[in-house]
């Protein structure tokens, strides 16, 4: 895979769809590795240039050669360090949960890099309720391992009508136990930090980015309340609330999460 050099780390990204199409950069969240996206991947790359990677401390991007703590502001550097490193210019920003964190902080540090910006099941600021839940996660990742936590956050993450097919389960617990990259607990801790930490709220209304902030109904991790916090502070925003799916909608419900994504970059202006 390709392996960029930006500071302190080598990102490992991927790049999908025709060489003169719009670029689409997708930005994925705590612990998830670039391959989260592939059925976005899928959707958008017959039409758009579609950009994934790892972020720092996941993946094959993995540490980097500094190993202390950061917040989401460094993310969001490492972000636009890549898309400079690699002449995308600006794009369609499409982040999801910790992504949707991160795409907000590109688009307040870079707007130059943001065509459009799409902040999925995220958040703008860390509150209590929040805190509390990602210090739980840390010390569980760190006590029980990535398996254990992992099968805890897709509780969080899907609604009880994606387990009424077994399979779905038992590929996701296969490719977790097979990924020759696990995320090890202070990496996983380093992120957790980067979340706790987080708090643009107050800085959202300088974005004039085009935006959409797209919520699932029945999201437990990120309740749409936090959806709701970001349109009403982003001038302009378009707020799409998704039914009968929660945190999980890239993989639960693609079809109606995919028209979202594409809708709102074809009715962008250019």
């Known amino acids: 895979m390709p392996t960029t050099t930006v500071g302190d780390l080598e990102v490992v990204w991927d790049v999908v769809g025709p060489e003169r199409a719009e670029p689409v ?94 902040i999925v099941c995220s958040w703008a600021q860390t509150d209590a309720w929040l805190d509390e839940l990602i210090r739980q996660w840390s010390l569980m990742f760190a006590e029980l391992g990535p398996l254990a936590w992992a099968r805890n956050s897709w509780l969080w993450v899907f609604t009880h009508r994606w387990y009424r097919d077994p399979d779905r389960l038992a590929g996701l ?48 991790l990120t309740p749409p309340r936090f959806s709701h916090e970001i349109a009403a502070a982003i001038r302009g925003a378009k707020l799409t609330q998704l039914p009968n799916v929660g945190h999980g909608m890239f993989w639960e419900t693609p079809e109606a999460f995919h028209a979202a994504l594409t809708e709102f970059i074809q009715g962008s202006p250019r």
């Open 25 to 118: 950069v997708l930005i994925n969240g705590l612990g998830s590795a670039r391959g989260s996206w592939y059925l976005q991947v899928d959707a958008l790359s017959a039409n758009y240039r579609v950009y994934t990677y790892d972020n720092r401390d996941v993946g094959e991007t993995g540490a980097g050669k500094n190993s202390g703590r950061y917040g989401m502001d460094q993310f969001a550097r490492d972000a636009a360090g890549l898309m400079d490193a690699l002449q995308i210019g600006s794009a369609h920003v499409i982040g999801a949960s910790m992504g949707g964190a991160i795409a907000e902080e590109l688009a307040l540090q870079r707007p130059d890099l943001v065509r459009t910006l799409q």
């Open 173 to 220: 617990v296969a490719d977790v136990s097979a990924y020759p990259y696990p995320q090890t607990s202070d990496m996983f801790q380093r992120q957790c930090d980067a979340v706790i930490g987080f708090d643009v709220l107050d800085r959202l209304g300088t974005i004039s980015t085009p935006t959409q902030v797209i919520a699932g109904t029945e999201d437990l």
